[in-house]
């Protein structure tokens, strides 16, 4: 099994007469996380548009795992309060990708280890998000992308029970 998440290579992607990707080319692997840092108009959207297959990139390829893009890849907004629906408890934000995913177990515990894994206390649960700074609405945020899975697989009983079940 491969440690490799994404492979891109040649990534390139135009629009009309504007050349928004050029030959882009990069591996991420598990544990590996990647910040797409640049200027207005330098294309970092586009790129994120062709990682999820949101677009057909005119040369090159993105290949999640070695195959097709999965559910668990979800988008993290830079602005938490555009990601976070102010009509939900922190606790329903938190565990909306656990149900998404379908995580058998305890979820009470469960969101209480997430919520201990980004540095909130427990009284968090039942707070909107809106009552947060924007590091906190950040740290909300955070259990609901990719790495969800990497959270539960560094809490014992979790990486336990998705092993038995792959």
Same mark, same amino acid.
């Given at each position: 099994?491969?440690?490799?998440?994404?492979? /891109? &290579? =040649?990534?390139?992607?135009?629009?009309?007469? #504007?050349?928004?990707?050029?030959? /882009?080319?990069?591996?991420?692997?598990?544990?590996?996380?990647?910040? $797409? *840092?640049?200027?207005?108009?330098? =294309?970092?959207?586009?790129?994120?548009? #062709?990682?999820?297959? !949101?677009? @057909?990139?005119?040369?090159?390829?993105? *290949?999640?795992?070695?195959?097709?893009?999965?559910?668990? *890849?979800?988008?993290?907004?830079?602005?938490? %309060?555009? %990601?976070?629906?102010?009509?939900?408890?922190?606790?329903? $934000? $938190? #565990?909306?990708?656990?149900? /998404?995913?379908?995580?058998?177990?305890? +979820?009470? %515990?469960?969101?209480?280890? !997430? !919520?201990?894994?980004?540095?909130?206390?427990?009284?968090?649960? &039942?707070?909107?998000? +809106?009552?947060?700074?924007? =590091?906190? @609405?950040?740290? $909300? %945020?955070?259990?609901?992308?990719?790495?969800?899975?990497?959270? !539960?697989?560094?809490?014992?009983?979790?990486?336990?029970?998705?092993?038995?079940?792959?």
């Amino acid at each position: 099994m491969t440690d490799v998440l994404f492979e /891109v &290579r =040649g990534l390139t992607r135009r629009y009309r007469k #504007l050349t928004a990707l050029h030959d /882009v080319s990069f591996d991420l692997r598990r544990g590996e996380s990647l910040g $797409i *840092v640049g200027e207005s108009g330098s =294309g970092k959207s586009t790129l994120l548009r #062709l990682l999820l297959a !949101l677009e @057909r990139p005119d040369a090159g390829s993105a *290949v999640y795992r070695g195959g097709s893009l999965r559910r668990e *890849v979800q988008v993290v907004f830079q602005d938490p %309060a555009s %990601a976070l629906d102010p009509r939900m408890r922190v606790a329903d $934000i $938190i #565990l909306e990708p656990v149900r /998404v995913m379908r995580i058998p177990g305890d +979820h009470a %515990a469960l969101l209480g280890e !997430l !919520l201990d894994a980004v540095g909130l206390p427990a009284a968090a649960a &039942r707070r909107y998000s +809106h009552e947060f700074s924007g =590091g906190q @609405r950040q740290r $909300i %945020a955070s259990p609901q992308h990719p790495y969800t899975r990497t959270l !539960l697989d560094s809490i014992p009983r979790f990486r336990n029970r998705r092993a038995a079940s792959t």
